[in-house]
């Protein structure tokens, strides 16, 4: 059986990145680890790059980790055309490209948003940690 696959908000990813010991980085595990496969598209990297490029990420993660990281997870994640416009437009016009990969994928939402959480997607959005605890369920 192939592993689920998941779209991280890129939130998600900055917070694993600088706060290796939470909850967050255990998503940044599953996907190195293999137990989940990420969806990304080039406009997610692109929107993940601009966020690390932030001078306020400096004292977490130099300008080099951040395009390094950035260019793994190209690597390591299954890389998908950006989608179109999304059934469903959410509150803030700027998660909408996530809401249509996930129709478009049928892969969850992995997020810290309320906007999104609150939303009754199909498929869902769920948190970083019920992702984890969905996968140590899997085990």
Wanted: aromatic share 4%; net charge negative.
């Amino acid at each position: 059986m192939p592993p689920p696959e998941i779209i991280v908000d890129p939130n998600v990813w900055v917070s694993g990145l600088i706060s290796p010991g939470g909850t967050t980085a255990g998503v940044l595990r599953a996907v190195l680890s293999d137990e989940v496969t990420a969806i990304v598209t080039p406009y997610l990297l692109e929107k993940l790059s601009a966020v690390l490029e932030r001078d306020k990420f400096r004292p977490w993660v130099s300008l080099a980790d951040a395009r390094v990281f950035v260019a793994a997870l190209s690597d390591k994640a299954d890389l998908r055309p950006d989608a179109g416009k999304p059934r469903r437009s959410t509150r803030d016009p700027d998660d909408d490209y996530l809401v249509a990969l996930a129709e478009e994928t049928g892969a969850v939402i992995v997020t810290g948003d309320d906007d999104l959480l609150s939303l009754n997607l199909t498929p869902p959005a769920i948190t970083p940690r019920a992702l984890l605890d969905l996968l140590e369920s899997l085990r």
